[in-house]
């Protein structure tokens, strides 16, 4: 193994022991491609969502941001190729590529004449159906047959360890975005119940007739439920306000 490999890998082992925070150790990698890929100007990573949408990751420069922006706009690209068909894409000269016409005119035209794309793949353990890539892991060059083989095998060792951690993010953001959900939810459902309970003493409803006076108010103002609710127990707040 030659001593570029053992630094790569000992770059790489030491964020998987000691990085805490996964989107930071994404950057880290970022960073460690575009250092340890002889020609690169910028690097960084594609993550494709529960929804299809691709986001981009731990980009080292504006560059990466627009070269990227553009593949997302136009739907074309090496990134997106890489992803969609769980292999490593490289474009050796993007002012003569054929494969994403638009891209590549766009591309070169902001002087990124090389690119290399490879999927990031779930290991065998985190999917156990079938071999699934969740993005892309990327370094662009402003020379043209800036990559070789060598780069392509140096930037598979890097995409091993960043799909694992953007899974982790991935899997992290789902589970706050649910999270959230649950708990304004929940909120909602609390509200809604004290609103009741306010309206069954103070105008001796039955529970379901308070319901109905929040459902009512509700539906002829066009606002949330919990909304009205919420206006229930500020007008209520107060033991001599008005009732509604």
Same mark, same amino acid.
């Given at each position: %193994?030659? /001593?570029?490999?053992?630094?790569?890998? $000992?770059? &790489?082992?030491? *964020?998987?022991?000691? #990085?805490? &925070? +996964?989107?930071s150790a994404i950057a880290k990698i970022a960073r460690a491609a575009l250092e340890g890929i002889p020609g690169s100007v910028g690097a960084g990573a594609t993550l494709i969502n529960a929804?299809?949408?691709?986001?981009?990751?731990?980009?080292?420069? &504006?560059?990466? #941001? #627009? +070269?990227?922006?553009l593949q997302y706009d136009l739907g074309e690209g090496p990134c997106l190729s890489a992803w969609a068909g769980a292999m490593t894409v490289r474009v050796d000269d993007s002012r003569i590529e054929t494969r994403w016409p638009q891209w590549s005119r766009a591309s070169a035209q902001v002087s990124l004449l090389s690119c290399l794309s490879v999927p990031l793949l779930l290991p065998p353990e985190q999917n *156990?159906?079938?071999?699934? +890539?969740? /993005?892309?892991?990327?370094?662009? !060059?402003?020379?043209? =047959? +800036?990559?070789?083989? =060598?780069? #392509?095998? *140096?930037l598979e060792l890097l995409s091993a360890p960043a799909a694992v951690m953007l899974a982790n993010v991935q899997a992290h953001e789902s589970?706050?975005?649910? !999270?959230?959900? *649950?708990?304004?939810?929940?909120?909602?459902? !609390?509200?809604?119940? %004290? $609103?009741?309970?306010?309206?069954m003493e103070r105008q001796n409803l039955d529970e379901r007739a308070a319901l109905r006076v929040l459902t009512t108010r509700s539906r002829e103002e066009g606002v949330p439920l919990s909304d009205v609710a919420l206006s229930v127990l500020d007008r209520h707040a107060e033991p001599d306000h008005e009732r509604p």
């Open positions: %193994m030659t /001593g570029e490999l053992r630094a790569v890998f $000992a770059r &790489v082992s030491g *964020l998987l022991l000691t #990085e805490q &925070v +996964a989107g929804q299809g949408q691709p986001i981009s990751r731990a980009s080292t420069n &504006v560059l990466v #941001e #627009e +070269a990227d922006q *156990l159906q079938r071999t699934e +890539a969740i /993005g892309a892991l990327k370094v662009y !060059s402003d020379q043209a =047959h +800036a990559f070789d083989a =060598h780069s #392509e095998h *140096l589970a706050a975005q649910l !999270s959230d959900i *649950l708990k304004d939810s929940l909120h909602s459902r !609390s509200v809604i119940d %004290m $609103a009741k309970g306010v309206l």
